[in-house]
């Protein structure tokens, strides 16, 4: 019992519950006076709703009134235009009304005389409704008045202004006659205008006018007694004028009676009605005004009350706070400064209090107590914060480390490449050169497979090199115009070497509207294609490698290329796609020991894609092939020719024993829209001289094809039909097959759109333009030079292979082994006409060499740079120290002379 008591007590002391005690008194008289608030505001609401209602109301009933008379106004407009506008602003006002009053009905339900409201709303829908039944009728009366002047009356009038402007009438008539003609047609002509009147006023004497302007007509008719029978046609028409004019006085007089007389009546009675409502809307707002004053002054002494016993327990626990809860804290929060400044502290005060502050007093003197336990623990941290100061220096030397060993990876792989460019340069231009003597066909065989051999391992050391420049950020794209199809061609050159070697078919369609020039980087495109389709080449067995290229227009001035990859090689598994563009990886180990490579391929054509601001995606299933697709967006010039046109009419046939056709759909159309294949039945189509530009495409899978064509073939060429026969890639040795045994152009697989379209040229017998192209280039690699240029090289075998290709091209060269060497010769002997300048040199580089060269004046003499780097920044320091030009090795012939050209003038021939 006492330990119940001493709860109790130690309950009543506690300060929480003297504040949540004050506070539950205080929130509910705050509860109460919320109510009794809420109480009044919605009272005060329901009187703003009432007042709401009421204006609607009031404002319902004032745009009835105005709406009523906008009615009345289209009634007095309609009488005098007959406008079918108006009639539709007459609907639509009529309809607004009515809606106007079924609102005005809804709004009034809850009245409390609503039955007053309904009686009155009712009249009005009543007289509403009467007034527009009147008004069809005016409408109709109008429609009848103007169907009797148009039918009736004018045609009256037209008939009788003939009869009296008749010629013939006239000529047959005496002098007498004529003036009572004149007479009666005046006495017409007033009437008519008497007429007009009345149609623009409808006013009796106006009727009157008219009758006795017939009567007047009718007088001046007895003159032409002569005449009988024009005097009795013309009486029957006046007749039936008058007659006229009677029914369109009387329908007039029905209409202008209903629109000025019942139709204002309804009007006004509709009118008053809406006065009556408003009066009985008025009244009704005088209650509710009155009934809310009341409410409202009663419910703000009931407040006023609550407010006064609010205020006062307001200032009792204000009190309670200042004494009991506020100085306490104040004392509290100076010695809690005072701990924490770690001032001496003699007492705690305030420890007797059996209250939260007395607890918060002897936590105090806890917390004075583990202030010294806080200094210490200070002291440990200073020291583990010098630690990880230490730690964090050795980081940044670290990552400063791992930066440094990156760029020294980048400047090793460049260093290298170009060291292994150098005796790739002697390589490759000794065998060019031998290429250009006398072999025997297996010496040239094997020399072609060692300048096949040195390409596969440019291509390697390019891929390493363009690796490390994509690594280090230097990759430079170009943005210039260039031909797709020259593309495509020396990509089909690349691949078809490595492809027959493995007896795989190749296959390339190019969408013919392709523009035939486009913009951007050609070599970096180039690279992407010939790395995709090598690939695919190097991972396919047997079957077929297909190359499709595509584009889809996204303005007048750019395209988006597709490029599709197919192959039917050993694919890949999912798993093995997440790694296939991983820098020096394969998708599968085990390929890498099969088919060889580095596995940079692959990354760097997904990082050159990425460069050109493009995608590349993979598809592929294991033991079933490899899609690759790549989309790019390159610009193209307005205007630009298609990649595939056929400008001669010719009408196409093929004909195949094979559903997989060899000649593409779209390179068919592209010749002829509306191509056919045909059968060995239907081959008789294709006969001329019926069809005289008629062109037969054969396609020849294989041998087994090719047996069974035959009778087919022989009787096209017997019918002199212009023949061309289409192969696939293998069996490689079946085109000069069938090019012996026919005597006909053979296309084999892959072929370009250029190429399709000189075979196509080639069946029609026309002269293409290519082979002319062909001799002015052999020309052109035959072409002598006359100069004396000074060749500064370091390594004797480039020295040999660049000195022959000089003397090819019948220049005479001495030889500089340095830098040294070189600016020695040129000082001692300046009649050099260009100097071919090696950048990597010992002793001094050709920088160096060319910088000390345009010093010592000598501006005038070309200087061509040799390097195997081929970065935009090696060009650019070339062209700043002075140099002329500059090429990369390993060294074309094409190349050389292409330069030297440009710097040298031709020989003539003796």
Known sequence: MQNSLGGKNELFRSLKFQIFFALFIFILLLVVQTYLSRQNQARFLDGISLSQQTVNKVNLV????????????????????????????????????????????????????????????????????????????????????????????????????????????????????????????????????????????????????????????????????????????????????????????????????????????????????????????????????????EESTKDQVRLDFFAGITLLLFLGVAIFFIYRVALPINTMTDLFKMLANQDDIERIPLTHRKDEIGQLAKAAEVFHDKNLQTNHLLLEAKKHNAQQTRLNQELATSTLRAKQAANSKSIFLANMSHEIRTPMNGISGLVELVLKTELTKEQREYLQKVSYSTQILMTLINDILDFSKIEAGKLDLENIRFSPESMFENLLGNISIKAKEKNLNIQFIANPKLPATIIGDPLRISQVLLNLCTNAVKFTRNGTVRIEVDFKPISPSKIALKIAVIDTGIGMEPEQLDKVFAPFTQADGSTSREFGGTGLGLSIVKQLVELMNGTISVDSTRFEGTRFDVKLELDIERMSESLLTFDYPVELFLLSTSKNHLVPQSYAMALHEKYRYLNSDSLELCRKPAKEQAILLIEVDDIKAHKALQADIQRAIEWKVNIGLVTNTQPNTLPSLLAQKWQVPVLSHPFSGVQFRRFIEDVLDIEHESDEELIEKEKQNNIMLKGHVLLVEDNHINQIVAGQMLKNMNITYDIAEDGIQAVTKIKNSPHYDLVLMDIQMPKMDGYEATKMIRDQGFNDVVICGLSANAMQSDYTKAFDVGMNDYITKPIKHIELLNMLAKYLPEKTPA
């Open 62 to 293: 004032g745009k009835l009134e105005k709406d009523v008379l906008d009615l009345q106004r289209y009634v007095l407009i309609f009488k005098q235009t007959a406008s079918n506008s108006i009639l539709k602003r007459f609907e639509d006002l009529y309809v607004q009304i009515n809606n106007n009053l079924n609102k005005l009905e809804s709004l009034v339900q809850d009245e409390d005389n609503v039955e007053s409201y309904l009686d009155l709303i009712s009249r009005m829908h009543s007289h509403l409704h009467d007034y527009k039944n009147n008004f069809e009728t005016v409408v109709a009366g109008r429609s009848r008045r103007d169907a009797i002047i148009r039918q009736d009356i004018n045609q009256m009038f037209s008939r009788l202004e003939q009869a009296f402007s008749s010629q013939q009438t006239i000529q047959s008539l005496t002098s007498e006659q004529r003036k009572s003609l004149i007479d009666l047609g005046f006495n017409f002509s007033q009437a008519r205008i008497s007429l007009l009147n009345y149609l623009l006023e409808p006013e009796p004497l106006l009727i009157a006018e008219f009758q006795q302007r017939l009567d007047g007509t009718r007088q001046h008719l007895q003159g032409l007694q002569g005449i009988p029978a024009f005097k009795d046609s013309i009486e029957r028409e006046l007749n039936l004028l008058s007659n006229g004019f009677v029914q369109l006085t009387q329908v007039t007089r029905g209409y202008l009676f209903l629109a000025n007389v019942v139709m204002a009546g309804s009007a006004n009675e509709f009118l008053y009605l809406a006065q009556e409502l408003n009066q009985l809307v008025d009244d009704r707002q005088q209650a509710v005004d009155k009934q809310i004053v």
